[in-house]
């Protein structure tokens, strides 16, 4: 896909539309109890996993301490870790933290977050948010809240960037400047957040992200935007001005894979309950250019009521941030992050990242 054109629309009726494409929740087998990442004395969240050389399973992911109530924080004290497994449901087990704070000076020095990690000619590529904002960073002693300045200024200064290494254990080089700004005046004047990169087969990278609108309500407005760039450093070009759903629906949390040639799947978190009937589940999209979206038939891809190995089921308070392992470009897992509630309480317990096997 070349990052200078909006690239070429492949001919719908030359393709094969078999029902599997539609039915992402059909895919969905029972949970290991004992699959995933988690840190005692930490949050965990965010989770994207990817098969390295040595053989074993890559994670990258978030987490901030538990000291400190799990929101705000998450937009002030989050750091990027890799954990490792030798089977793809794992347990994982935590190796090192690659995006640490780095100073304020930094676009990202004070925050990193929603990690999604992929692989073209030879490099890892790590996508992630991060942030800065000025003053002390919140401790047990000094914590946020909503209302705090530092909070709506990590908020406001969110941005995508790009981490690169040529093995999946590091070093990870850092940039200096993000890969994504926001567009003032435009419906992502706020923030760029939640990447997710698709490596084209022609090589070269569609990135879907997540903003919203920096004035009033618009800040609350989630939507989609979608840009491409020849390589991971860019430039990215927007592809389209507008937001690429038009849904009555805040979603966030894409992941997106090419499932054939010409051929794009997606999945994503809504928040409203308007689509499905189910707050926080999953819904599923498919395009035949990367840019023109349109949801499954049913459009459900995951729901936040599980079931386990052991054939309990559960209705997980979080399931979001889905991301897929592949396996020659076809999903084999999912991944996400998921949270459980004090009992009798409004507060979570612990959260970790979950993993889902999927039918092939």
């Not at 629309?9 to 988690?38: E, Y």
Request: glycine share 8%.
């Amino acid at each position: 896909m070349n990052s200078a054109s909006k690239p070429v629309i492949p001919d719908v009726n030359a393709m094969n539309h078999d029902q599997s494409h539609q039915a992402f929740s059909k895919k969905i087998r029972p949970a290991p109890l004992d699959g995933g990442f988690a840190m005692k004395d930490y949050w965990v969240w965010c989770g994207s996993v990817i098969a390295g050389p040595d053989g074993r399973f890559h994670m990258y992911a978030s987490r901030w301490s538990m000291s400190l109530a799990f929101r705000p924080h998450w937009l002030t004290n989050s750091e990027i870790v890799h954990a490792v497994s030798a089977t793809p449901q794992g347990p994982y087990e935590y190796v090192q933290t690659i995006l640490p704070p780095r100073g304020e000076e930094y676009w990202d020095g004070r925050m990193t977050h929603n990690p999604s990690v992929c692989y073209r000619d030879g490099q890892y590529l790590l996508y992630y948010t991060g942030t800065t904002y000025s003053g002390p960073t919140p401790t047990p002693d000094n914590p946020l809240d909503w209302e705090s300045p530092a909070v709506w200024e990590a908020r406001g200064n969110q941005r995508v960037g790009v981490a690169i290494a040529s093995d999946p254990n590091g070093p990870w080089q850092r940039m200096d400047k993000p890969i994504l700004m926001p567009r003032p005046n435009h419906w992502d004047s706020l923030m760029t957040t939640n990447p997710a990169p698709c490596v084209c087969r022609d090589g070269s990278i569609l990135l879907i992200y997540k903003s919203a609108g920096a004035v009033g309500e618009d800040q609350y407005n989630l939507r989609f935007g979608i840009a491409s760039a020849d390589t991971p450093l860019g430039p990215y070009t927007r592809l389209q001005d507008d937001p690429i759903f038009n849904l009555n629906a805040n979603i966030e949390d894409p992941f997106v894979w090419e499932s054939q040639p010409g051929r794009y799947e997606m999945i994503m978190k809504v928040i409203n309950a308007n689509i499905t009937g189910e707050s926080g589940c999953g819904l599923h999209a498919v395009s035949t250019n990367g840019m023109d979206w349109q949801l499954s038939d049913p459009p459900q891809a995951y729901s936040r009521k599980v079931q386990w190995e052991d054939q309990s089921v559960t209705i997980q308070h979080n399931f979001e941030r889905p991301q897929l392992l592949l396996e020659n470009g076809k999903p084999t897992h999912l991944f996400a992050a998921t949270s459980v509630l004090q009992n009798g309480r409004e507060e979570l317990e612990r959260t970790w990242n979950m993993v889902v096997p999927l039918k092939s």
